[in-house]
Structures are given as C-alpha cells and as structure tokens.
C-alpha cells in the first residue's frame, strides 16, 4: 500500500528524531517518522509501584532489549574482549523514556582532539557553530541549573534553577572544596519550576523509571508534542526493514513492518536515520543493494566502526552519617570536570567527568548497589545493610572512549529479530587508554570520597553497561574517513542523513544527549536549506 | 526509625495462610512439568521458607525473611516467572536432597549451621553443589535464589521504617528537601576559567 510522499522521512522518535522532526516541520517541511515501538503510557509507568525496583531485573521495563524482550525491541549481540551490555529502549521518545536526565554539553576541545591531543579525528564543526542549537535545545527541552561554571563555556542562563542537592551533594561538594578542585551544579533536563505547562519535579528519584508526571524531559513529552501540533506524522509499531534506493542512487525510501508483519513502503523526498549508535549502523548495513553490497552509505566501509562508549567506574564511599541518595530526582545533581582535559603528565590523553551520583532503593543496595557488593546474607546482614544504605555517595567516573574502527557494529549471521531482520553484532575493546583513565579515576574518586569524609570505599572495576552509542556513522570532511558531512549527509547517497549518536567524532567526556539534540536541531535547519538540491 | 517487634510482625503474618494465596498455579505448572511424584508442595514450602530465613535471618528487633511474607511474595513472582520457577525449584530440591543425604532429614528439619552450611557449599561450588537437572552450576543459582528473597524482603513497607526508607510513590508527594543555596559553589566561583579555549584560524582564542 503506497503512502503519500512527504519531504522527509524520520526513522526513529527518541532524541535526535523528536529534535529533528519537530524543527522542520516548524519550517513548513512535510514530516512522517516511523517509529518501531509505540507511546508509553505513564499510568503504566512502575514509578508509581513499591515494587519499582524489581522492574530493573526483570520484565518490561529493564534496559536492556535482551531481558526485556517486548515486541519492538530486537537482540543485540555482545561480543569482543570486554562484551558491552547495550541499554537501550524503543517507544515514542527512545532513550529518553529510562534517561537519568544529565545534560551537560560538550567542551570546545571535544570538537579538535586530532588537533590539539594528536589522537581520533576533528569534527568538521566547532562547538561554536552548536552553541545556538544548545541554547534552544535547553528551552525547548526544560533544563535546570546554573551558569557560571568555571570549567565550562559561558552560557545563558539556564530555564529554571538547579535542582536540591541534598546532604549528598552538599557532603561531596564539601570535599571538592577542601580538595580545591573544580565541580559544579550540574544541568539536567528535569525542571525545578513550572515550566511549559509542566510541573516540576518531586524529588521521587525514580526518573530511569518512568516520570508519569513530565517533569522530566524525555522526547515524546516535550518535543513531539509540538512536532504534532505542526502537523509533522507519527507512525508507531512500525519497523523499518530497509532503506530503499532508486535508479540514480538516491534514497527512494523504506520498507517496514506493521504490527501485524504485513510489509509496507514508505516513500519520501528525503529520508534522515536517528536509530542511535547501534540501530543506525543496523539498519545500514541492512540496507544493501548492488550499488552498496556492504551497506548503504557504506563506500567508506566505516558504517558501524568507530564504535565508542563512555567507559564507567564506579567509586561508592560509605560515611557514618545518613546521605539518603535515594532522595532527589536521579539526575545528577553534582558533577567535576576537573579532570576532563589532556594533561600530559597523566598515562592516558583526554580525560573524565565525576558524576556526583545518587542511589536506587534498598532491593538495589541489597543486591549489591552499582559497585557490585551485594549485602551479605545470614546473621550480619541486617547490620551491614543499615550501615550502607542511605550512607553511601557515589562517584562515577566517567571516561573519554577514542574511536577505533576494531570497536564495531556488525550484522550478526545467525541471530534474527521477530520480523527476521538480522540483528547486531557488537564487538568491544577497552583500550589501555580507557584503563589507564578509569585508574587515575578511581583514585581520585576515593581521594574526594575520603576527602568528604567517607570512612570506606568500594570499586566497582571496570563496568560496560552501555547507554551512550556513539560514532558508527561519523561526521567528517573525507569521504573516505566519515560516513556523513558536517550537514550530517551521507558522503555516498545525497538525500540520505543521518542524526544521532552515530555521527559523533568524538565521545567527549559527557554525557551525549543534549549533543543529540542541538545537532538535530542544526541538522533540520541544514535540511530545510538544501532541501531544493536533494530532490 | 520506628523499630519493628517481632511479636507485632508474626502476628500480621499469621493472619495470611500462604497455602491459600498465589501456590495453586504454579504447583499445577509444576506438576504438568515434572511429574506428580517429583512435586510436594509441603516440603517445597518448608524448604523455601527455612532457606529464605537463613539468608534474611531475624537479628534484634529485624525479622526474619518468612516473617515479612516473604514467602507470599516469591509465590506471586514465580507464578509469572516460568524460568525463574524452575531455577527456585531446582535449587530448593538440591538443598532437599543434599540434606538427606548429608545429613538424614529435610531441610527444614536441619538444624540451622547445617542449612548455612548446605548454603555456603552452593554458594561456592564446591563439588556437588551442580544442579544437575538444569545442567547449572551452583554459584549463580544461589545468587538468584538470594537476590529474589532480598528483592522479596526490601519491597515490602513493613521493613522501610527499619532501615530509614520513605517511599514515595510518583503518584505522590516526594520527600521534603532543602532547596539548592548558591553559596556552596562560592569557592568555585573564585577560581579561573578551566577548560580549554581552541584559537581561530587567525590564532586567537
């Protein structure tokens, strides 16, 4: 069954294609975006229940497709030496449905680390050519925190003001005073104030777990509404199988699967990928033809490489007096960069953020908290339990992943999804740049930890949950070193972009999805401008 | 922290018959699985509950795992939960028959350092601890096995009050906080700009 013939089709609802959608059907553009899971519906949100906790190890609500296995989600398979656990979730919003909300953007240097640290690649753009679209990101979205941070660029004042800290982070906080170094109020997308019609957020702490009450910015409660409202069409339960060409090479369209596996095709002007750093790939390397035996846009060969992270490492410190991080939104409420950029007496280039972190509720503490030390069963479980939870801080060291093209995203062979898609192959490595950085980190954590008064520290190790999917797509100047130009257009098929964490050069040592949305943002703007030459 | 009595905790328990609530289904599952002589559900009862309080034994004025419907709660999540069922039976059966063979009684009749030790062989791996009917190995069913009668035990709002935690459902109310004050970043303030500044093409920053 033929459909009519938007300007654009958006494959993908999350960050980047709520962004996106919403910017150019503001300009007048023509939008339809297919979106392989549906709405969630906050009512079914387990926030509301005491049983909330459970929901992170079993059934619909875990964040990996592999164990909560609904019926949009597909396997993905981890391989390599360090196998990620890859988080994702698939509904009208993406990731932004079980996001923590940290906000933070990337530092100019991000955007030059071939230039200045001799190591990955420049971005063809500079953070200054985003910072508008950061600006707009912020008030679209509703962010809270508060400018003036010294280890960051000046920006506008931020739309409503930080978020408590707590005992937490005034205890933390304290021990980056005495220690002298820096750290800062961090920036979440959860609002503190009305806010757009929103109201603020009540300090439940469960954000990962659904905010039925849109304090939290996630993408289907802030800009899909908006995108709707211009007129821009959303199409749910509708997985994209491939993306289909015409004779002259260009993008024609897609096919994909209805609820019900009848296959439909969905033609369109211009067709733009925001499948997140594992699903883009995917569907790329899905999408081949005579023109493109190894996958659209894929001359290059680097569709799915360069696949990079943020590695983790988590530091808790347990004190004598109560920190209750189970109390306050689950966004960050405090974080250092005091240790973001290259110092070349260090063993490692680039560097990490400390995100000051709160805490899950008892189940998780018992179960071991984020370090991985269950409580220990038997006659002294009751006294260890009471004196670690509601006594911990933790710090999650949060490190710079380089791109390296042994680090990929590939076609798994045998493994399919429910529709017979083949599914992804993910192969990681953690680099001895990677180790040496979360070394140093987690000194240093336990030193601000100690600093705060922390009577006991525990480490996690290395961790490879995996939230942020980065750099299978990259942007760049040379065709034969990115899949993408600075617009985010494919270097290989004209009329095909791609916006989300797979057109990132470089990881940063921050948290990827406000950078998601100001380059949609940019991303629509540049569509809208070249739009009579795409055709 | 209001302090729980044991009295005041078995008493609530007590008025719960677990036999009547949430078992039947998934003793019919099991029985359809395994056989009618395989499955007693007296002694599967008895052996979880005298498992479960060995993990979360009652010490002072905490209870015990059974006394907090512990067991009510594990029932309800095995109903649902066919995988994680036969992972529970399994490793409950091994510690049943691991008894009587150690030890010439059942489980729930061993005395409690026998139980823990039963506990700790599975825990480890030693040799014998493979569960033979599912092909696994010892060590990761007893994390299941512990992770659920804590998952079952800290969900439960008779125990919060204990250990300090208020709920707050997101339907709801949070919990009170004192708003952020500017002052605590006074001292960054101070401080020089400290991220990198990149030049132009004409070298200035």
Request: glycine share 8%.
């Amino acid at each position: 069954m033929k459909k009519e013939k938007p300007d654009i089709l958006v494959i993908g609802s999350g960050a980047a294609g709520a962004a996106l959608t919403e910017r150019l059907s503001s300009l007048g553009a023509k939008v339809v975006c297919l979106e392989q899971g549906d709405w969630v519906d906050p009512q079914n949100y387990p926030s509301a229940n005491p049983d909330w906790e459970a929901s992170m190890r079993r059934g619909p609500w875990n964040t990996d497709p592999n164990i909560r296995r609904r019926p949009e989600d597909y396997p993905v398979v981890n391989d390599g030496s360090h196998p990620p656990k890859i988080m994702m979730f698939n509904a009208v919003g993406g990731s932004t449905i079980h996001w923590a909300a940290h906000f933070v953007r990337f530092h100019p240097s991000d955007f030059r680390v071939r230039t200045l640290d001799g190591v990955a690649e420049d971005w063809p753009i500079c953070y200054e050519e985003l910072e508008e679209y950061y600006d707009t990101n912020d008030r679209i979205i509703g962010v809270s925190g508060l400018s003036g941070d010294p280890a960051n660029p000046p920006r506008t004042p931020r739309p409503t003001p930080p978020l408590p800290l707590g005992v937490l982070g005034e205890t933390i906080g304290s021990g980056f005073n005495k220690l002298g170094w820096y750290w800062w109020v961090s920036d979440n997308a959860i609002i503190s104030r009305f806010y757009n019609g929103r109201p603020p957020c009540s300090l439940h702490g469960k954000c990962q777990y659904g905010c039925p009450i849109a304090a939290k910015g996630s993408a289907d409660v802030t800009y899909w509404p908006k995108a709707l409202k211009n007129g821009a069409t959303l199409i749910t339960k509708a997985r994209v199988r491939e993306i289909t060409l015409d004779r002259q090479g260009r993008a024609r369209g897609v096919l994909y699967y209805d609820p019900d596996g009848n296959l439909h095709e969905q033609l369109s002007k211009v067709v733009v990928v925001c499948c997140n750093g594992v699903g883009t790939p995917r569907l790329l390397l899905n999408s081949t033809s005579k023109l493109f035996p190894d996958g659209l846009a894929n001359f290059s060969g680097l569709v799915g490489k360069n696949f990079m992270v943020h590695p983790f490492r988590f530091i808790e410190g347990v004190f004598e007096e109560r920190m209750d991080g189970w109390k306050g939104p689950f966004g960050i409420p405090a974080m250092s960069q005091h240790f973001y950029e290259t110092d070349s007496t260090r063993e490692f280039v680039r560097g990490y953020t400390f995100l000051l972190e709160r805490s899950h509720g008892p189940v998780h503490q018992a179960w071991g908290g984020h370090t991985g030390n269950p409580i220990p069963w038997g006659k002294n479980h009751h006294r260890i339990m009471r004196e670690r939870f509601g006594h911990i801080i933790r710090v999650s060291v949060m490190g710079e992943d380089l791109p390296e093209e042994h680090n990929r995203v590939e076609l798994d062979p045998k493994v399919r999804d429910s529709s017979g898609i083949k599914a992804p192959r993910v192969y990681y490595h953690l680099s001895e740049n990677s180790q040496h950085m979360l070394d140093h980190g987690a000194v240093m954590a336990k030193r601000v930890l100690e600093a705060s008064g922390a009577y006991r520290t525990f480490d996690s190790g290395p961790v490879m949950g995996v939230t942020h999917l980065m750099g299978t797509a990259r942007m760049g100047i040379h065709p034969t070193k990115s899949v993408v130009n600075k617009f985010h257009q494919a270097h290989d098929v004209k009329n095909l972009f791609i916006v989300d964490g797979s057109s990132f050069v470089t990881a940063a040592a921050a948290n990827p999805t406000s950078t998601i949305g100001a380059l949609a943002l940019r991303a629509g703007d540049a569509i809208w401008d070249l739009r009579h030459d795409l055709v | 922290m209001k302090k729980l009595t044991r009295r005041g905790v078995l008493k609530r328990s007590l008025k719960t018959s677990i036999w009547a609530v949430g078992i039947t289904p998934y003793c019919t599952t099991l029985r359809l699985m395994y056989g009618a002589d395989f499955w007693d559900e007296k002694r599967y009862h008895r052996t979880l509950r005298a498992a479960a309080d060995e993990i979360i034994p009652s010490v002072d004025d905490m209870p015990a795992a059974s006394q907090v419907k512990v067991i009510n709660y594990i029932s309800l999540v095995l109903e649902k939960d066919i995988e994680l069922l036969r992972l529970i039976v399994a490793t409950l059966d091994w510690l049943q028959n691991q008894s009587q063979t150690r030890f010439g009684r059942d489980f729930y009749q061993a005395s409690s350092e026998q139980r823990i030790d039963l506990l700790k062989v599975l825990e480890r791996g030693a040799q014998g601890s493979e569960i033979g009917l599912l092909n696994r190995v010892g060590p990761d069913l007893f994390v299941a096995f512990r992770n659920l009668v804590y998952e079952a035990y800290y969900t439960n709002p008779e125990v919060w009050p204990a250990i300090g935690y208020e709920f707050h459902s997101t339907g709801g109310i949070g919990p009170a906080m004192k708003p952020f004050d500017e002052s605590i970043l006074d001292e960054v303030c101070k401080r020089p700009r400290y991220y990198r500044e990149i030049p132009n093409e004409e070298g200035k920053t």
